[in-house]
């Protein structure tokens, strides 16, 4: 389509079809080395309170013109900043899936999304599953995480990564965009790898791609490094901090934390991301 931005009429349109609602392509005719960013989203069940229409409430639809928006940008620097003469977008909103919702460990959520998406026959193995979670007691979950062992896009030819983040968690305790950049942040661990972050920084963290820039007495957080750019205590930047691995001396770029007194998160993505997801396309997703 002309215009690469996706709007909520056309993401509600195309719930549940077939095609993709989201193609950006930039494969040249005769390209001999393409790739592509493919993701799927589905919401999981929602509270009654909240009014969703076809399964799909605003935080869902928003995170879904979030995540889209921010594959355009990696196609676009793989690009530029690899030999790949073409990377296809491809984002498909799907119909929302039913799970039994309990305090259940990310784990057994995600076991129990791949179940799901087997009864579908949704498995692809060069696919992103982003599960969009509502769950906001859930501390095990926390904001949310990546299916081990299928982790990343690529992987397992048969699995593809499915991956969640707990929009109602964010909702309930931070913001709309803390909800943003989660989903944007656990889409982007499917495309990340211990060895292609070693290329970029001096660390195999993928957190660390993230940067935390500071403006006046405001830090400003990327996508990666949302619930991870703070001190490790409940408050510290987000509500729920992140329980992964995290270096702030590690980060593309963290100019620190003290005397900052408001934390804005911005879904613009880290120079660190750029160049990592650039390389794993190149790496592990290009075809011939």
């Not at 980060?251 to 998160?265: A, Q, T």
Request: aromatic residues 8%.
């Amino acid at each position: 389509m002309d215009d690469p931005r996706l709007s909520r009429r056309q993401l509600l349109a195309g719930v549940g079809s077939v095609a993709s609602v989201a193609t950006v392509s930039g494969l040249a005719a005769g390209a001999r080395q393409t790739a592509t960013l493919h993701v799927r989203i589905y919401p999981g069940p929602t509270p009654e309170n909240v009014r969703t229409v076809r399964g799909w409430s605003w935080a869902h639809l928003e995170s879904a013109i979030a995540v889209s928006r921010a594959l355009d940008t990696l196609a676009r620097e793989a690009e530029r900043r690899t030999a790949l003469e073409g990377v296809d977008v491809r984002l498909e909103p799907a119909s929302p899936v039913s799970l039994e919702v309990g305090r259940d460990a990310q784990e057994t959520i995600l076991d129990a999304f791949r179940e799901r998406l087997r009864e579908r026959n949704a498995i692809t193995g060069e696919c992103c599953h982003l599960l969009l979670w509502w769950d906001p007691l859930n501390y095990d979950l926390g904001y949310g995480g990546v299916r081990w062992p299928n982790s990343h896009v690529g992987k397992d030819a048969d699995e593809g990564s499915q991956t969640v983040a707990n929009v109602g968690a964010t909702e309930a305790w931070d913001s709309r965009a803390v909800t943003r950049n989660m989903a944007i942040h656990e889409t982007l661990h499917t495309f990340l790898a211990p060895d292609v972050v070693d290329d970029v920084i001096d660390s195999r963290c993928d957190h660390d791609l993230g940067s935390a820039t500071r403006v006046g007495e405001t830090l400003r957080i990327s996508p990666i490094a949302t619930a991870y750019a703070g001190p490790d205590r409940i408050g510290g930047g987000t509500q729920f901090h992140g329980t992964g691995c995290y270096d702030h001396d590690s980060f593309y770029r963290h100019d620190g934390y003290d005397g900052v007194n408001r934390w804005e998160y911005t879904t613009t993505l880290s120079e660190g991301v750029r160049e990592g997801v650039a390389r794993y396309l190149e790496r592990y997703l290009a075809t011939d």
